[in-house]
């Protein structure tokens, strides 16, 4: 005997990039993080037939959102170890808790303005994906830095392109529109 009952579920999720400078000491200002992008919203496709479920993991496009930015010399030289970390974290709005957000960075470049002597900057990190968690930040990427700065020192970065993947998307979970807005945060390593 063959039941045949149609179950339809859908989840939408919509995913905010945004940013937010580290608050560290009235010293430590200049340095700046630009993202840009676009929301991302997933379709989880309905369940229409008993026996399918859903794919579980979707990613986004490999340039959901570009990072960029300038480390400025006031603040590459109270890096101790010269490395200024990039972080992430989200903040939901409406949000399950077995949904689990990664990102991964591709590409990206370097300058250095002003008068340096043998100085390299260069990106490192974050090109597997590294789990996002809600609102304690985690280390995404760093930007390395060594040489000896002059005047007028700054270190401009560029062209990180970025991808988010969702996984943990199940039939247990209501259907429901969920949101959260990912936060990135730069400071020194």
Known sequence: ???????????????????????????????????GGSNWTVSVPA?????????????????LFTLSGTLPGSFLNLLTNGAAR??????PTTWNSNLHLYAKRSGGTTSIS???VGCTATING??????????????????????????GNSVTFS???????????SVTIPATTYATQIVFTIGPN
Do not use: D, W
Not at 126 to 151: D, H, K, R, S
Not at 159 to 169: D, E, R, T
């Open 159 to 169: 062209g990180i392109n970025g991808q988010v993947q969702i996984s943990g998307v």
């Open 86 to 91: 990039i972080s992430v974290h989200h903040t």
């Open 1 to 35: 005997m063959k039941i045949n009952t149609p179950f339809f579920r859908e989840i939408y999720l919509k995913i905010f990039i945004s940013v937010t400078l580290a608050a560290m000491s009235g010293c430590l200002h200049g340095q700046t993080i630009t993202v």
């Open 114 to 116: 002003g008068l340096c």
């Open 126 to 151: 974050g090109t597997t994906y590294v789990e996002i968690p809600q609102a304690v930040a985690t280390a995404f990427f760093t930007i390395n830095f060594t040489g000896v700065l002059g005047l």
């Open 47 to 63: 369940i229409t037939e008993a026996g399918t479920n859903y794919a579980g993991t979707y990613e986004s496009a490999t340039n």
